[in-house]
């Protein structure tokens, strides 16, 4: 058993249409492979919303501050059919760069707002690079669904926008961050660590959840948040990015828990860049 791959814009709309003309639904689940469970989680998700479903692996070139990064991000392909082929994904859609951006390619996609701060203010034209290719993949594919975890969330919320904005006629769904039974978030950077890294990496969510909760339970903000830093730190993790309580709507920084919101993180442990966030409310109900 096998998921067929193809490579071209031209095989993926040929197919599409296909089933279209068959009346299916189609969903897309955009990756950069390397695929672990959370992935697969989404794949599973689409295959309960939509009768097809195209999972793409494109490692974006666009999304990357370091020419360094982008070498050393995994590339994984036949694994990932394999474990695609397992789940009965439908299509996997593997472009190259030229393929997505052909020569004289001069378009942008810029997403204002939503993409300042957090990850924004660290990766200078990541979220571009994430919008460009997004839109263009959701018009090469013109799929129904779309499939993206919280665990990126500035990055959810983006997507959200931008498909308001533009009118693009897609319904983006989202889903739990899926993780290690130790509370890790599933990340393809996460091979990176070493084993005494990776003993150390989980005390990031635990650290999120524990402050989630005490500001749900009324606990002032900064002096909360500062304490939370303290102890990321103390836990053996190097830099901290940002760590910060933002509107789970509209990601505008909070200095008072008095609606929904994320406490969103990013922080290095040795030379791997982790990020992680959780949900925190007035009335404390379960984060995620």
């Not at 998700?45 to 692996?57: G, M, P, S």
């Not at 509370?183 to 989980?202: Q, V």
């Not at 830093?229 to 993790?237: D, F, N, S, T, V």
């Amino acid at each position: 058993m096998s998921v067929p791959i193809v490579r071209t814009v031209d095989e993926l709309r040929t197919i599409a249409a296909e089933w279209r003309r068959s009346g299916a639904s189609i969903a897309v689940v955009p990756t950069m492979g390397a695929l672990h469970e959370g992935h697969l989680s989404l794949a599973r998700a689409a295959l309960q919303k939509a009768d097809r479903i195209i999972v793409t692996l494109f490692v974006n070139p666009k999304q990357f501050n370091s020419a360094a990064d982008l070498a050393a991000y995994p590339r994984t392909e036949s694994q990932d059919a394999a474990k695609l082929a397992l789940l009965g994904a439908h299509l996997l859609y593997v472009p190259d760069a030229v393929e997505i951006y052909p020569a004289g390619f001069a378009t942008t996609v810029s997403v204002s707002g939503i993409s300042q701060g957090l990850c924004g203010t660290f990766r200078p034209g990541h979220f571009d690079g994430v919008a460009t290719v997004v839109a263009k993949l959701f018009l090469q594919t013109g799929a129904d669904f779309a499939f993206f975890g919280e665990k990126d969330f500035q990055q959810l919320q983006l997507v959200r926008r931008m498909v308001q904005d533009l009118d693009i006629p897609i319904t983006v769904v989202c889903c739990p961050t899926v993780r290690e039974a130790d509370g890790l978030a599933l990340s393809s950077r996460n091979f990176r660590l070493s084993p005494a890294e990776r003993a150390i990496a989980p005390n990031l969510a635990l650290v999120l959840i524990e402050t989630a909760e005490r500001l749900a339970r009324g606990s002032p903000v900064l002096p909360t948040l500062a304490e939370a830093r303290a102890a990321i730190l103390a836990a053996g993790y190097r830099d901290i990015e940002y760590l910060e309580l933002r509107g789970e709507t509209d990601l505008q920084p909070m200095t008072s828990l008095d609606r929904p919101a994320r406490l969103l993180a990013a922080a290095w442990l040795g030379e791997t860049r982790l990020i992680d966030n959780v949900r925190t409310s007035p009335v404390f109900s379960e984060v995620r």
